[in-house]
């Protein structure tokens, strides 16, 4: 143990214990397979309620470059490919809009928990000052809009479009895509950007087709049903209505003050408690940011933010926020350690210390705020605070002092079914008059599933089959066997997590100067090498793996519910940081060599 360690060791036991405990109760042989797909009976749930469909002619031309994916993935490539002065270029998306994760969830109080001044794209490049520290989501919304109509994009994008094929003409150096629409066109490259939070899904609750109220999933809010808008107008058509919410993750924290202000009687059913860390949003002052936003200023606070992210040296913390606390808090451990005691395993042991600490606060909070004992017992999060999304929020928790407010815990076996007027849990059948599923997106199941194609490189090789023994790619961007084409993601890559969107303006970035040294040299393929991809994931292998999601973490998203994989050990970034995987990035496109990237 570091001789830096404050944590009473039975008391560390003790609290070590009971995150297990509450693991274990939690953990299910059936891990992604207990969710529906939303396909047949269940389709409806991922109906587009926003924009209608209009019909239009099938593609049948080629472009120089094709993107899937309309979200900040498509339109950071977009952007950075206009600045590089390539113009032919089409983006597909299969929502009505640009937006991506944002056109879909429109649900009340949604809003970004990375702070806006880093979590929004191209800021700077656009002249837009976020209205607030963490912005809502029609803000958002519209600044993908803003971005579209900023670099000309929406004379490039085709809605409502889904990819049904993706296959390289290896004779012609070039992939062919087919769609729902009938298209069938070519391209000399492709992005793929198809993101990992909008194919939505439902609990697999025995009766779920059976409830003969009103349901929807959050990211498919029904504002005719509810009343209200996205902008946070009141829910007032739930005035006389009872509502369940199923799921207690980051959406049901922001959607659940806007149900308790307005319906008659709201039913939270919980599984597993969010950790709620306090959130402190506030207006930007004009002023302020007039200061601040010099230029490059948006890549400065890009910058400073993954520095303060990672256990190095940091200056100054720039956005203040729930990411930058824990890891202020490790890094000022590990700096009280004598440079002899600096192994990996005093550091790991600090960073358990710190964030026992930061978790102990946060039940404390729990205390501070609710009324009622059983509930805020019920209520506080027993795991580390990387082992599932940390949430903030300063609504969500007063909530249920609310007399119509109820919250209903299933000790970590969710709810037992749902039937003709409700659903049930323990025995007890609670009626209501709605209930809303906020049940997360699929992010476990196969990636052919949830792009809804597999690509097919050289020699017919599907994407799936050259991943069947785990995902391998050099920089997370490029897959051997797959020429010209180019992956815009994080795994693999800085695998930054906090912020996200940072990996996305950042392979946007590479893919643009690639691409433009392609089309200036005449090269036709760009390929890694088999050899570069080998080593690249061998330099992966070799760091601590992850530290968020962990295997013993509570069943969730980021651990595969709880169901350790070979393939898990793949999901990584590069092992000496995220601030050190864009250094290494920005220089080995600025060398001009490409190293292990072959162009011919």
Known sequence: MASSAVIDPAKKDAILAKYREERDKRLREDGNEQYLELKGQLAHYAEDPYVERSEREPLSDHVTYAFIGGGFSGLASGARLKEAGIEDIRILEKGGDFGGTWYWNRYPGAQCDTASMIYMPLLEETGHMPSEKYVHAPEILEHCQRIGKHYDLYDKAFFHTKVESLKWEAGHSRWRITTDRGDSFTANFVGLGTGPLHIPKLPGIPGIESFKGHSFHTSRWDYDYTGGDPDGALLDKLADKSVAIIGTGATSVQVVPHLARA???????????????????????????????????????????????????????????????????????????????????????????????????????????????????????????????????????????????????????????????????????????????????????????????????????????????????????????????????????????????????????????????????????????????DAWVELLLSGPGMLIGTPDCTPGYYNNEGQPTEFAKYYVGYPHGAQAYFAYIDGWLKSGEFEGVEFR
């Not at 720039?318 to 350690?337: A, E, P």
């Not at 690509?455 to 020429?483: C, N, Q, Y």
């Open 263 to 533: 319906a008659k009687e709201v039913f939270v059913v919980q599984r597993t408690p969010s950790s709620v860390d306090i959130r402190n949003n506030e207006p930007i002052d004009p002023d302020w940011f007039g200061e601040i936003a010099t230029e490059g200023w948006q890549k400065r606070w890009l910058d400073n933010f993954t520095a303060n992210q990672g256990i190095g040296h940091a200056d100054e913390d720039l956005v203040q926020d729930g990411w930058t606390d824990l890891t202020r808090r490790i890094r000022s451990k590990i700096n009280q350690l004598p440079p002899e005691e600096r192994s990996i395993e005093n550091m790991l042991a600090v960073w358990e210390d710190s964030d026992i600490q930061k978790m102990e606060e946060i039940r404390a909070r729990v205390d501070a705020l609710i009324a009622d004992e059983d509930t805020a017992a019920d209520l506080k999060a027993w795991y580390r605070q990387l082992c599932k999304r940390p949430c903030f929020h300063d609504e969500y928790l007063q909530s249920f002092n609310n007399p119509n407010t109820h919250l209903v815990d299933t000790d970590g076996k969710g709810a037992q079914a749902i039937t003709e007027k409700g659903f049930v849990v323990a025995g007890r059948e609670y009626e209501v008059d709605c209930i809303i599923y906020a049940s997360g997106f699929e992010v476990g199941t196969t990636l052919e599933r949830r792009m809804g194609f597999d690509p097919e490189g050289t020699g017919g090789l599907t994407l799936s089959e050259a991943w069947d023994e785990g995902m391998r790619t050099k920089h997370g961007i490029h897959v051997h066997g797959f020429p010209n084409l180019f992956l815009v993601q994080a795994t693999q890559g800085a695998n930054l997590i906090s912020n996200y969107p940072h990996n996305l303006v950042e392979c946007a970035r590479a893919i643009a100067i690639m691409i433009g040294h392609a089309l200036e040299t005449g090269a036709k393929e760009v390929e890694v090498t088999k050899e570069s991809q």
